[in-house]
């Protein structure tokens, strides 16, 4: 049996919608998960929320440099155990091969390879001082104990549905 | 030079920056939507101290919650820190959850990247 923890479903995120989001995430598994497990939920949380508010295709520019970008979020427990977290945003055709390039190469690391490519990848941000090298990506990875599945739905020519399903056991 | 004290909220940690005392408090979650405009006046006054620190500058680390944006902000202490170890003996306490069986994954992965530079694990129970 699945029962929802959480949904925020063809919403536009932005900075208060995430804090809200994690108050009551906190607030509800709080008393029921070890913390080491309600920790990796929230900190996956942090990065996919943020990963809406950043880099959804359907967004709006807010005051002091802020964004909102629209998207979906879902947190559902699974039997006595299980839960699952499964988050979508629309992205542009050169986002999507950036991503399936950057999911594709993560998939075949293990957790202590993963760890070398975070160090590495945040050497090299800040080196150049980029931002969006993929860090909060590996980091999900990192988190995750089991598969994470990804998904590209075509919209149309440009624009895809891009979706992440991760299980936490 | 000017101390700092900045609250917490939300989704930012409580900083306090003392030069007369030589400390270095940074408490709570850690995920501003702009975290390195959060974090750019902190740098900056680490700059700043470095230039005539204390003897000893104690550095308290309490975070739970963090954004992969606070790790590269850390990675970017931890530099200023160790750039600047012969000048002052730098004591980093790194608190964490006593109840948080994974807290060592945490401190592990800075301890090792930044292994000229001694860390101090502190557990503490959270309410």
Redesign the interface.
């Known amino acids: 049996m699945s029962s929802i923890i959480y949904a925020m479903l063809d919403e536009f995120f932005?900075?208060k919608c995430?804090?809200d989001a994690?108050?009551q995430i906190k607030g509800e598994l709080k008393e029921k998960l070890?913390?080491?497990r309600l920790?990796?939920i929230?900190?996956v949380t942090?990065?996919l929320i943020?990963n809406i508010?950043n880099h959804s295709n359907i967004y709006s520019d807010l005051k002091?440099?802020?964004?909102e970008g629209y998207g979906n979020f879902l947190l559902i427990k699974n039997g006595i155990t299980e839960y699952q977290i499964i988050t979508s945003n629309p992205i542009n055709k050169k986002q999507k091969e950036i991503l399936q390039n950057r999911v594709n190469e993560l998939k075949k690391l293990n957790k202590s390879e993963l760890?070398t490519l975070?160090?590495e990848r945040?050497?090299s941000?800040?080196n150049s001082h980029q931002k969006g090298a993929g860090?909060?990506l590996?980091?999900i990875f990192i988190s995750s104990v089991s598969d994470i599945k990804v998904d590209f739905q075509p919209i149309d020519d440009e624009v895809y549905m891009f979706s992440m399903e991760i299980i936490f056991r | 030079m000017k101390n700092i004290e900045i609250a917490g909220k939300d989704n930012s940690p409580t900083v306090v920056l003392n030069h007369t005392e030589g400390t270095i408090k940074i408490t709570g979650e850690s995920y501003p939507e702009n975290t390195f405009d959060f974090y750019q006046p902190i740098l900056a006054w680490f700059y700043k101290y470095f230039e005539v620190p204390q003897k000893i500058t104690t550095v308290d680390l309490h975070l739970l919650y963090f954004n992969s944006s606070t790790v590269q902000v850390l990675f970017e202490i931890f530099d200023i820190f160790e750039e600047n170890r012969d000048k002052t003996k730098i004591i980093i306490n790194w608190y964490y959850d006593q109840e948080d069986s994974d807290w060592q994954d945490d401190f592990d992965y800075f301890a090792e990247e930044f292994e000229l530079l001694t860390f101090n694990a502190v557990g503490e129970h959270r309410a």
């Open positions: 932005d900075e995430m804090v994690l108050f070890p913390i080491n920790k990796v929230i900190q942090i990065e943020q508010i002091e440099g802020k964004r760890k975070l160090k945040i050497r941000r800040i860090v909060g590996i980091r």
